[in-house]
C-alpha cells in the first residue's frame, strides 16, 4: 500500500500493547499510522510481543516484518526508539541496558517534554497486584480477554450485516462492570503513587489496555491503550502538548473522497 498523506511531525511518540503473536489485532492500522507519523523519540511502552502467545503456538505472518522494518528504519533514520518490556514480552527483561540494533532496551525511564515538564515512562504490570501476586491468575485473565475477543468478532460480523458500527466486549466491561472499573481506579492511583514518589509531574503508562488522559488524582495520568482493539497512540507535540490519538476514528472521519483515493491504491 502506498499512502499520498502527508507524514506529520511529532515530538514524542508513545505507544503500547500491540501483542504480537495474539491473532485479534490490528498490525495493519498500525503499519498505516506509523507511515504518517515521524517523532523524534517513539517509546515502545510494553507488550509490543506477546510471548505468553508465542510460546503456545508460533503465530508470525509478514505484517510482523513489516511493523519490525518499518521501527528499525526509523531508529536507523535518526529516530531514538526506546522499549520498555511489559509482562506478556517480560523475557526481554533479561536485556534491560542493552540495544536490538538501534532501539534502546529500559525498564523505565523519564520523558522530559517541550515545557520542562518530567513524566514516568514505564508499562505499568509492575504495580498490578495480579501479575506480581499471582500469575496463574493472570493467565486466567489472559485466557478470559483472547475468548471476549474472539466473541466479539462473532458479534461484529452481525453489527456489520446490520450496517451497524464496530463494538468492544471488553471495552463495555471495563467501563460498566463494577469489579472492572474499580481495578482500573486502584491500578490508576498505583501509577499515579510512583510518579509523586519519583519526583515527576506525570506518568505514561499501558498495561490495561484502557486509553485515557487525566488530571485527576493530582498527577497528569496518561495511558497508550492498545493495538488489539482501541488503536490508540498519544503523542506530544513541539509545543508541549500532549494528544491522544485515536486512529480508527481518524480513519472513519477521512473525507470519503481522500479514502477512496486511498483504496485504490492498496
Known sequence: MTDDREVR???ALFLSDVHLGMKPTRI??????LRVHDAETIYLVGDILDGWRLAKAWHWPEDYNVLARILLDKATAGTRVVYLPGNHDEFLREYLGTY???????????????TGRTYL???GDQFDVVVMNA??????????????????????WVRRRLGLQYWSLSAWAKQKVKN??????????ALVHEAKESGVHGVICGHIHFADMHDRLGIHYINTGD???SCTAVVENHDGHFEMIKWTEMIVGEPRKARLRRAATE
Open 135 to 156: 500469575k496463574w491468575l493472570a493467565h486466567v485473565g489472559d485466557w478470559a480477554y483472547n475468548f471476549a475477543l474472539r466473541v466479539n468478532i462473532l458479534i461484529n
Open 121 to 123: 515512562v514505564i508499562h
Open 100 to 114: 536490538f540494533g538501534e532501539i534502546e532496551l529500559v525498564d523505565r525511564t523519564v520523558h522530559t517534554s517541550a
Open 9 to 11: 511531525q511529532v515530538r
Open 180 to 189: 472492572a472499573v474499580s481495578v482500573i481506579g486502584r491500578f490508576e492511583e
Open 28 to 33: 495493519k492500522q498500525l503499519i498505516e499510522f
Open 227 to 229: 493495538w488489539v482493539e
